[in-house]
């Protein structure tokens, strides 16, 4: 009896290609003869013709998505976003709340929320530089960002401050004016992460489009998670921390060789003082250090990291809570210094680079909820028990920074 491999999946991206618009470009009388006549039921009705074209079309849903940087892109299928996400799919009542209540309460993991299961993790510059064509404006992607921010701290500074209730030289640092803008309607290189799976899932079903699409993942939108300690090695506190560790090591030994006598006693002096730091990172809020590691010309040199403020008790501090909807949202910030490659694409590249050989090679940036909209009026009658509504994750709503974006795109141009 003849057999057809992956029949179910090439009759799925096939009837998924013609509804979107293929059937027009087909110029192939005899095969379109050969889908009019094609039936699931009688093999002998897929033509070496037909099942060609079908394999065609799964071939491009088994490669990982075309990029350029002239054009946002978008997943065609949950089978080409699974070249870097590990995916969860959740089409039932039961299947969601198993799955709340497994995340509601957690700490430790980072989500996002976003209402289109095919939109990939662009930050909202990135959309913005690739479709107003600002790569053609003669103004690079770096002195882009210096104008958003030079114009961020002329007019919100005394805003940040107030709200921070603080005045000392770290609170109004690029980083933090990035944040705060990223919140009120300017677009800039961070993307929105938070530490509350209720609150993601909010930003994936606000403005959602109900409508089910012409492919099967139009029907979703999507929550994604990172636990935090996978991300730790990027994380900017433990890359400051570790810079001062290693600069305060290397002073350390400078200064004990310079002091000791002998060997003897340089080797005494390198077990008592093992453990001590060089920097006392108490003294190191208002220094001016983090103002000047979050520069955003020495930021534009790290591809990817994240900037949280949730360790309390650490001297480490971003001021990224001055707004209040950060506040509220528990908001996080991944930053991602190319003009136009996704979040997940260049966290891809960055962990081939620097992967050791007894790293796996079968990587994936985060995972991945898929959860089908139908369960849209579920969801959000659940998160208004929970308190989560728009007055809570909004309640500075009425400020709107859009205009630093087109001052400084008319600066550029």
């Known amino acids: 009896m003849r057999k057809i491999s992956n029949l179910d999946l090439k009759e799925q991206f096939t009837n998924e290609f013609l509804r979107s618009g293929g059937l027009e470009a087909i110029r192939d009388v005899e095969l379109l003869n050969d889908l009019i006549n094609y039936n699931r039921n009688d093999l002998s009705t897929v033509t070496p013709r037909l ?37 969860e799919q959740i089409d039932t009542e039961a299947h969601f709340d198993k799955v709340y209540e497994e995340l509601k309460n957690k700490t430790d993991m980072l989500f ?81 992460w938070t530490y509350s799976f209720q609150n993601a899932l909010f930003f994936g079903t606000d403005g ?27 994380g900017m506190r433990k890359i400051i921390s570790d810079s001062l560790k290693s600069v305060g090591d290397e002073l350390k030994l400078a200064f004990m060789e310079k002091i000791a006598e002998d060997k003897d006693e340089l080797k005494k002096m390198k077990e008592h003082f093992e453990e001590r730091s060089f920097f006392d990172e108490k003294r190191i809020k208002g220094s001016g250090l983090i103002s000047h590691m979050t ?16 360790e309390s008790d650490s001297q480490l501090i971003f001021s990224l809570t001055n707004s209040n909807n950060i506040k509220n949202q528990k908001g996080v910030f991944t930053w991602n210094a190319d003009p136009s ?16 050989e007894n790293d796996p090679e079968d990587y994936r940036f985060s995972g991945c909820y898929n959860i089908n909209k139908k369960l849209v009026p579920y969801i959000l009658e659940k ?31």
Do not use: C
Request: proline letters at 4%.
């Open 51 to 87: 099942n060609a074209f079908m394999l065609s079309i799964l071939g491009s849903h088994m490669t990982p998505q075309y990029f350029s940087n002239e054009h946002i892109s978008d997943y065609d299928s949950f089978l080409q976003k699974s070249y870097l996400f590990d995916q």
């Open 112 to 192: 996002r929320g976003q209402r289109e299961a095919r939109w990939r993790l662009y930050s909202t510059l990135q959309r913005f530089w690739i479709w107003d064509k600002l790569n053609e404006s003669g103004t690079g992607y770096l002195e882009f960002l210096q104008k958003i921010i030079s114009s961020g701290k002329s007019e919100h500074t005394k805003v940040i401050e107030e709200i921070l209730e603080e005045n000392h030289i770290d609170v109004i640092n690029d980083i933090a004016v990035l944040g705060f803008l990223q919140h009120h309607g300017t677009p800039t290189p961070l993307l929105d």
């Open 208 to 234: 959602i489009e109900p409508n089910p699409g012409m492919k099967e993942i139009d029907n979703y939108f999507s929550v994604y998670s990172i636990q935090e300690n996978d991300f730790g090695q990027g």
């Open 295 to 310: 520069k955003i010309e020495n930021l534009i040199n790290i591809p990817v990291t994240y900037f949280s403020d949730n």
């Open 341 to 356: 490659k996704p979040l997940e694409m260049k966290g891809n590249e960055q962990y081939n680079e620097s992967r050791l």
């Open 383 to 413: 998160l208004k028990k929970d308190g989560i509504t728009r007055d809570f994750i909004y309640p500075d709503s009425d400020l709107n920074t859009w205009n630093i974006y087109e001052n400084s795109k008319k600066a550029s141009t």
